[in-house]
């Protein structure tokens, strides 16, 4: 583990949003201020979340007000690569949908067909989303028993809130696999090295020359190990300092928060 005073060494900065820069309306560890440090010293700065529930212009739009300038074009999203990795497999594919409007506009954005009936569906695309119901679950059994080949968003069992936690994409995969014992083909978001290959592109950095900062050691922190990066956990989200002496995932190094970067 490396002391906090090599933490500016690096060129490329990836942040994690939730439990990382915020907490729901709550700014995290003075991360206005760190933003701003990083980007007077020239550092390259991209923000990369799991969370399929918002768009693109939603995350930047929060981060300035937050006081952080940002735009789509320095955030990544799960849905974002969903849509670029599923139009890759094929264009103007036909998808089903368990998922929110962010991942559904994305998705079209890519040129991807969405449909209502599962048994036109050639993938099904599960995500985080809030409106899961009975109805939903039958639908992707049907299509998976039709031979839609099945992908998702990301693997996160709960999303970090001010006060706790709500259930995450993992809830949504864990009822499909209940009623067909199938698990996605892939997932696309952390720590998936599809997400990490979307963020080296865009930050145009090589993976050593990047800090990875997260709260979570089963996406943030593992993707970075897997992928070459050096990788920051912060202890302002999901993971507390019991969680990470008991996990076999060990970070380059600990934080209390993003503040630390002030120090």
Same mark, same amino acid.
């Given at each position: ?6 933490? @500016?060494?690096?060129?490329? !900065?990836?942040?994690? @949003? ?19 440090? @990083? ?6 700065? +991209? ?9 693109? +212009? %939603? !995350? ?24 670029? !990795? ?17 991942? =559904? ?11 209502? #009936? ?43 809130? %001010?006060?706790? $936690?709500?259930? #995450? ?12 014992? =199938? ?17 080296? $592109? ?14 979570? +050691?089963?996406? %943030? ?38 503040? #630390?970067?002030?120090?």
């Amino acid at each position: 583990m490396k002391d906090t005073n090599q933490l @500016l060494q690096y060129t490329g !900065y990836i942040f994690d @949003l939730d439990g990382t820069i915020y907490l729901s309306n709550r700014l995290l560890g003075q991360a206005d201020q760190v933003i701003d440090k @990083l980007t007077r010293l020239g550092k390259k700065v +991209l923000f990369l979340t799991n969370k399929p529930i918002e768009t693109r +212009l %939603d !995350y930047a739009k929060k981060l300035n007000n937050f006081g952080i300038p940002a735009t789509i074009d320095n955030i990544i999203n799960s849905s974002l690569v969903t849509a670029q !990795y599923l139009s890759k497999q094929k264009s103007n594919a036909v998808v089903y949908v368990i998922g929110e409007p962010p991942l =559904i506009q994305e998705l079209e954005s890519f040129g991807l067909q969405i449909t209502a #009936d599962p048994l036109q569906a050639e993938f099904l695309v599960v995500s985080f989303d809030r409106t899961f119901d009975y109805d939903k679950l039958n639908d992707a059994m049907i299509a998976l028993k039709n031979g839609a080949r099945y992908f998702a968003t990301n693997p996160d069992r709960t999303c970090p809130i %001010d006060g706790g $936690e709500i259930p #995450d994409c993992a809830g949504m995969i864990g009822a499909i696999h209940g009623v067909t014992g =199938i698990y996605p083909e892939v997932i696309c978001g952390k720590p998936s090295p599809i997400t990490l290959a979307v963020a080296l $592109e865009l930050i145009q950095q090589d993976a050593k020359d990047c800090l990875m900062i997260g709260d979570r +050691l089963e996406t %943030d922190i593992k993707m970075g190990i897997e992928q070459g990066l050096d990788t920051a956990l912060v202890l302002t989200g999901i993971t507390s300092k019991e969680i990470l002496e008991k996990s076999s995932i060990k970070p380059t190094y600990i934080l209390e928060s993003v503040a #630390d970067f002030l120090l």
